[in-house]
């Protein structure tokens, strides 16, 4: 598979794009703030609901790696322990590299330690985020639906988000059945055999990727998972609200989680600058709250994402030096030697 990040066009075309946006969006969220108020309001952050909040999220985290398993285990068995390190690893990455690069350390991680194709896991973990995407559509609609006064560019904007959530829910349901129209296809492709050859098994790994989802109890635990980590969000960004002496209700919580993950989609800075400010005081303002205080909250759960995934982070890259070195040496152990090969075999 081509690796799309050590591609200098495509990066510089990205970090334009990226830098323009959060520039763009930095300007519309932060024009005629009260920085007095923002300090103010983080000054009386209480530090036993942040430790909570910290836990949820580190909680929230286990999860999302126990959820991904369930897609992995479809084509091989996969420890918890390297699920879990390789989501870390790739949270850490997407906190400070581009283009969500931390997608391809996960995978690569898993597929190191696994076994797995890098085609197979990668597709598992694109597939993922899409389910998350089209969860956080759904639910957010339907939230929509009761609120007297939602805002106005979070309707506008869940549509084709939506549209494109379940058109993706519809090819990972339809493809997989069309197999032997893919393998017509490109086996009538004007390529080289070789090349033919690696399209083959690329389209076979993806496929069996998308598979993972039609098995009906794979399924339910997945959509279980899902709702678990998703609330468990939402209940950490309400205790985050708390501890700055701010009430945020359970609709308007999912609201502004749903935004900034749909956010996370969009050309983003590391740590998704520019964006979270924008839909924090795009979600929030409505509700009665102040420009203040929505980018205070912000900026609190942006520090705590940042401490979370950094130390669990480096602790999985820490891990996975280990884990290679324990892989070596087994391999070293169970290897003959060239003295020994030879034993136990007939002379001539």
């Not at 597939?127 to 339907?142: K, N, T, W, Y």
């Amino acid at each position: 598979m081509p690796n799309l990040y050590n591609r200098k066009p495509t990066r510089l075309f990205y970090w334009i794009l990226a830098i323009l946006l959060a520039a763009a969006l930095l300007y519309f969220s932060l024009r005629g703030i009260a920085w007095k108020q923002v300090w103010l309001t983080l000054s009386r952050a209480k530090p036993s609901y942040i430790a909570l909040w910290v836990l949820l999220s580190s909680g929230s985290l286990f999860l999302r790696a126990l959820r991904w398993r369930i897609l992995l285990r479809s084509a091989a068995p996969v420890k918890v322990s390297t699920a879990f390190w390789a989501t870390a690893a790739g949270y850490l990455g997407n906190n400070y590299l581009p283009a969500r690069a931390g997608e391809l350390i996960r995978s690569v991680m898993v597929s190191y330690h696994a076994g797995l194709t890098k085609t197979f896991v990668l597709t598992t973990a694109f597939l993922e985020r899409l389910c998350d995407a089209v969860a956080l559509v759904l639910f957010s609609s339907i939230v929509l639906l009761t609120l007297p006064s939602p805002p106005g560019w979070f309707a506008h904007a869940a549509k084709p988000f939506a549209i494109l959530g379940l058109s993706g829910v519809a090819a990972i349901a339809i493809t997989p059945r069309l197999e032997s129209l893919w393998t017509v296809i490109v086996s009538r492709t004007p390529v080289p055999q070789s090349i033919r050859e690696k399209l083959l098994r690329a389209i076979g790994q993806i496929l069996t990727g998308m598979r993972a989802f039609h098995s009906g109890p794979r399924l339910l635990a997945f959509i279980l998972f899902t709702a678990v980590i998703w609330y468990t969000d939402i209940l950490g960004i309400m205790v985050g609200a708390q501890a700055l002496g701010l009430h945020l209700n359970l609709p308007v919580a999912f609201l502004l989680i749903a935004g900034l993950g749909l956010g996370s989609a969009l050309p983003a800075t590391p740590g998704y600058v520019g964006i979270y400010q924008f839909v924090a005081v795009s979600v929030l303002d409505p509700f009665g709250f102040s420009k203040a205080d929505a980018i205070a909250l912000i900026l609190l759960f942006q520090a705590l994402q940042y401490v979370v995934i950094t130390f669990w982070g480096l602790l999985a890259f820490a891990q996975s030096r280990r884990m290679s070195l324990k892989v070596a040496l087994s391999l070293s152990r169970t290897a003959p030697s060239p003295v020994t090969a030879g034993q136990g075999q007939p002379s001539n």
